[in-house]
C-alpha cells in the first residue's frame, strides 16, 4: 500500500494536463514494442488510420526504436507516433529501463502511463497481454476511477489467463485488472470461462488474433509434403514452452528418425544441449538453427513434412499458423487456439504435451502416412483463408477502437 500511495503522488505530481484536444481521436498502448505482434498491430492501426495520435509506453527493454520507419511507414500518414523513451541512445535507454526496473520495480512504468494519459486525452488504453503490460495500471488506476473520459481494453497473448489465472501468486494482480478491464479479448473463445471465475461481468470478445490474419489467397507450396524429409521444431524450454518433450517423444517413435533432417528454431540452452547430446549419442541429423530471418525460416516450413510445438500454454500459435499456411504437418499442443484450426487426424494433431506415448504416436503416423500429410495442406490453406485471413482481423480491430 505505501508503494502504491507513493506511485499514486509522484502522479499527482507530474500528471498536470497540458492543453484540451478533445477534437483529436488518440489511443496510449503499452506493450512489448520488440514484438513483431505488436508491431504488426500497430501497423494496422496507422494503415487504417484509426486514430490522429498514438502514444505508446514499452512494458519490455526496448532495444530498437518503434518509429514510423521501423513500422514501413512515413511521417505523412495523418497520425502521430509518440514512443516513450530516454534521450540517451538505443543501446543506454535499454540499459536504463533495466536499470530503473531493479532498482524502482516496474512501478515507475506506471508513473509513465499516468502521464501519457494526462497529456493525451485518449479515447482508449490498451494493454498487450496482462502480466507485462495490464499489471502496470493497478497501482494507478484508482486515480482514474469514475472519471477516466476512456475506455480500458485488455488483450491477451494466450497464457495470460490460462496459465496464469490458475496461479495463487497471481491472483490478487488479476483480481484487480478485472475491477477496471472494460473490454477483454482473446484469442481463444474458452477464455471466457476463465473470466467468469473472477467475476468479470463486462465485454469479453474472442476471437481477436494479435497477429491479425494473412492475406487471402494463400498461395500453394510448392512441393507436396510427402515429398519432403524434414521435422521443424520450437525450440522453447521455459515457463511456458515444453521442447525438451518433443525430444523426448522423438526417441519413442517408431520409424528410424536418424534418415530425417531434424531442425530447432528458437532453442533454449538446455535445448540446444540436448540436440548435441542425441547428435552425437544418436547419430541423428539434428541441427539448431541460429539466429537468422523471418524468410528463412518460412523457408525451413515449406521444406519440412512435420512440425511440432509444445507448451503448457499458448493462445494461437504464429509457427502454427506458419506451418498450416507452408504444408507442414502440424502437432501442437493442447491448451492453446489450435483445436479451433485442426481437425485431429485429419489435417493436424492436438496433443498432451506432457503425454510422450500420444506425442510420438503423432510424429509416426505423420511419417508413414503420405496421403494423410497431402490432404492435410490442402485442409490447413482453406481453413486459415476461412478462419485468420486478414480482412477479418482488421475489421475485429476496427469494431474494437469503434466506440
Known sequence: MKIQALVLNSC???????WQRKHLRNLVLVGMVES?????????????????EIWVVPSDYPVNSLTFQSLGFNENMGCKLKVFSFPLGKRINNITFRLLDIVLGRKWRSVIIF????????????????????????????????RSGFRVICSTWGSDLLFYGEL?????????VFSWTETMTAERDDD???????????????????????????????????KRNKILIKGYQDSHGRSLNALAALELVDSDVSKIEIRIFSASESVKLQAEFLRCTRGWDIQVIGRTTNLEIRRHFSESRIYLGLAISDGLSTAMVEAMANGAFPIQSMNSAAGTFLQKGISGYVVNPWDLSEISEAIDIALKDDNLVDKAMEINISTLEKIYNYED????????YSN
Request: glycine share 4%.
Open 393 to 400: 482481423g482488421v475489421s475485429a480491430i476496427r469494431n474494437l
Open 168 to 176: 495463487d501468486s497471481h491472483k490478487n494482480e488479476l483480481e484487480k
Open 115 to 146: 502521464r501519457y494519459l494526462k497529456r493525451s486525452k485518449p479515447n482508449f488504453l490498451h494493454f498487450h497481454e496482462l502480466q507485462h503490460g495490464a499489471y502496470l495500471y493497478n497501482p494507478i488506476y484508482e486515480y482514474f476511477k469514475n
Open 36 to 52: 513483431s505482434h505488436f508491431q504488426n498491430w500497430v501497423r494496422v492501426i496507422i494503415s487504417e488510420k484509426l486514430f490522429d
Open 192 to 226: 471466457f470461462r476463465i473470466c467468469e471465475k473472477f467475476d468479470y461481468k463486462n465485454n469479453f470478445e474472442a476471437p481477436v488474433y494479435i497477429t491479425v490474419g494473412l492475406k487471402a489467397p494463400i498461395p500453394n507450396p510448392k512441393q507436396l509434403p510427402s
Open 12 to 18: 499527482a505530481a507530474i500528471g498536470r494536463p497540458v
